[in-house]
């Protein structure tokens, strides 16, 4: 699934591109994928592309808005003018002629551009909304990790009351948001600090290290462009990130720990495959 660094990365690309554009057509290749009126969109100007937690906003030129949402294996994709950009899910369609058969909606410009949304497991979606919705939405997550409205005593506060496991705890988009798996994993070994530990259970001094941790982490990630693991797409230029080649125990159960040489395990947690060091992390 698309984390925080991945949906910002797709942000910041798409905001090099679409802002200015006009729609001229709307095509709904999936029912489940698209909520909204097709008319009222047809002839408004994208003005800009935002995210909150992992949710993506194209602001429109009539005030409305298109929420997006990638879930686990959505992408965004713009084709044009000799351009090829997006991200999210890595899979085939990043290279292939699209429409593809994995293609949801697609956008057309009047410049010809075109952007495609593409979901294989179809649980992503795009939603016409108004800015009270938008707020409404938006106002069910808390802040983003690398705001600066997340600090030690907001986590200690939050943390405090809650007997789940820390990872699940950083995960919670309702405490913090923008932490999915992957981050949570590497930011938990980087401050030393098991997965499966209570979130009340931990000092002030651990939750400082985490939040140190957890934002380095995701500011690298954002530079580097994301994570993308399928290793026929990582070098795709416009499309795929470079994070995955600083990962420290996620994926790697099994192999030695880079600190210790002591083997990386894995246990599921939450459902979620949970990647720790037994020795480094306390």
């Known amino acids: 699934m698309p984390e925080l660094p991945e949906v910002e990365t797709l942000k910041r690309r798409l905001n090099e591109i679409l802002p200015g554009k006009t729609i001229a057509r709307i095509q709904i290749f999936h029912p489940k994928s698209f909520f909204g009126q ?10 800009a592309v935002n995210r909150r937690a992992k949710i993506l906003t194209f602001q429109l030129s009539n005030h409305q808005f298109l929420m997006t949402h990638l879930k686990m294996t959505g992408q965004l994709i713009v084709v044009g003018q000799g351009t090829r950009v997006g991200g999210g899910h890595p899979n085939a369609d990043w290279v292939q002629d699209l429409p593809g058969k994995h293609t949801r909606i697609q956008y057309s410009f009047i410049d010809q551009t075109q952007l495609f949304f593409n979901d294989q497991r179809i649980f992503g979606w795009m939603r016409q909304i108004d800015q009270l919705g938008l707020d409404q939405e938006l106002a069910k997550y808390g802040p983003d990790m690398i705001n600066s409205l997340v600090t030690v005593d907001y986590l200690a506060a939050q943390f405090k009351r809650r007997s789940m496991p820390i990872k699940q705890a950083l995960m919670d988009s309702s405490i913090v948001a923008g932490v ?85 395990q894995k246990i599921k947690l939450g459902g979620r495959g949970t990647y720790y060091c037994a020795h480094c992390q306390k």
């Open 38 to 47: 097709v008319d009222e969109l047809i002839g408004q100007t994208i003005t």
């Open 180 to 264: 999915g798996n992957i981050y949570a994993c590497e930011a938990l070994f980087a401050a030393q600090i098991l997965p499966f530990r209570p979130a009340k259970s931990l000092t002030n001094q651990e939750i400082t290290e985490l939040l140190t941790q957890s934002r380095r982490i995701l500011f690298k990630a954002i530079d580097l462009g994301g994570t993308t693991f399928d290793g026929k797409y990582v070098d795709i230029d416009g499309l795929a990130g470079g994070f995955q080649n600083e990962l420290q125990v996620y994926g790697r159960a099994g192999q030695p720990c880079l600190v210790c040489g002591r083997p990386i």
